[in-house]
């Protein structure tokens, strides 16, 4: 039996170096490339669908096409005249990886504006993903409206899913940021943070506290990722731990996380074993580790 999963986010334009001062354009962002590898390792029954707001110029155009043509539904997005999407570039220096980022204005800040349009989009769904950098981006009022029309969302029986994705330089202040952190996850029925987020910020000393912490704010749910030591798992009331896939040539770990959302998710929702489930996700993110960018031709990924 299919069904329909919605991501909510923001997906910006991405420059990379291209060699001789040219610029490679392509299109990502963390709630976008978990729907790409949802999409990817869902079967066709499923609809995957994206929830964001892009403007009316011929880059918004250029996405939609993109996201079109990945076999990601698009009926959702609303369009805003005069406004353009978020756009990063990422640098290399000294073989690292730098991003600078142009969203301050993007089209995706009013993704909540429409409540009503939110609810309708909402409600056509089985499951709901946001992340941290869902609410980093929007306004105070956005993020009510967003978590309010979630909370009633799950009050009737889906599946939230939630990944904190903390990104400090999105937010005006550390304590705000952290208490929308726990606004989300309080919105959520399960949550799936990366412990080298939640150690930095909310200074957790082991797995298991940021597992406690989670819980303790009514979450059923928690799958904490940890890089190469894998992922541990606390599903009703049970903790098992699910071994990373050994990479030999780890050459970009973009998208680690989201790829492991993607992947975990499409079996969960398919009623596999939380521990299976993380295990296909992990095989996933393995692959996608060993190949350049955040979003992998869905050919090369495990059946
Ligand atoms: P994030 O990208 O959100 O920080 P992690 O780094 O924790 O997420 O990685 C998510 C998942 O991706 C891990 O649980 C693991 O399965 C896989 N992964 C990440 N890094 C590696 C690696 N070096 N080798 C193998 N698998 C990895």
């Not at 959702?76 to 990886?97: C, D, F, Q």
């Not at 987020?197 to 597992?211: L, S, Y």
Request: charged share 20%.
């Amino acid at each position: 039996m299919g069904g329909r999963f919605l991501s909510i986010g923001e997906c910006m334009v991405e420059l990379s170096q291209a060699g001789e001062g040219l610029l490679r354009k392509g299109f990502a962002g963390d709630t976008f490339n978990t729907a790409w590898y949802a999409r990817a390792c869902l079967p066709a029954e499923w609809s995957v669908d994206y929830f964001t707001v892009l403007g009316d110029d011929p880059l918004s155009s250029e996405m939609l096409t993109f996201m079109k043509a990945g076999g990601i539904g698009t009926e959702a997005i609303r369009r805003i005249e005069g406004r353009t999407p978020g756009l990063y570039l990422i640098t290399l220096r000294n073989g690292e990886r730098t991003f600078s980022y142009w969203r301050d204005t993007a089209a995706a800040k009013k993704l909540a504006d429409d409540a009503d349009h939110l609810r309708r989009s909402l409600e056509a769904a089985d499951i709901l993903y946001f992340s941290g950098i869902t609410l980093g981006i929007l306004a105070p009022e956005a993020v009510e409206t967003l978590l309010a029309e979630l909370r009633r969302a799950r009050a009737a029986g889906k599946r939230v899913v939630f990944d904190p994705n903390i990104r400090p330089r999105l937010w005006p202040g550390k304590d705000y940021m952290l208490r929308t952190i726990e606004a989300g996850a309080r919105a959520a029925n399960l949550v799936l943070p990366s412990f080298d987020d939640e150690t930095a910020h909310f200074g957790d000393a082991t797995i298991a506290e940021t597992i406690a912490r989670y819980h303790a704010l009514g979450v059923e749910n928690v799958v904490v990722k940890n890089g190469a030591e894998g992922a541990t798992l606390s599903f009703g009331g049970g903790t098992s731990h699910v071994p990373a896939v050994g990479v030999q040539n780890v050459v970009d770990t973009t998208s680690a996380g989201d790829s492991f959302n993607g992947g975990f998710l499409s079996r969960l929702v398919r009623g596999a074993s939380p521990e299976d489930a993380a295990a296909y996700g992990a095989a996933v993110a393995a692959v996608v580790v060993g190949h350049h960018g955040a979003l992998i031709n869905p050919a090369l990924l495990p059946s």
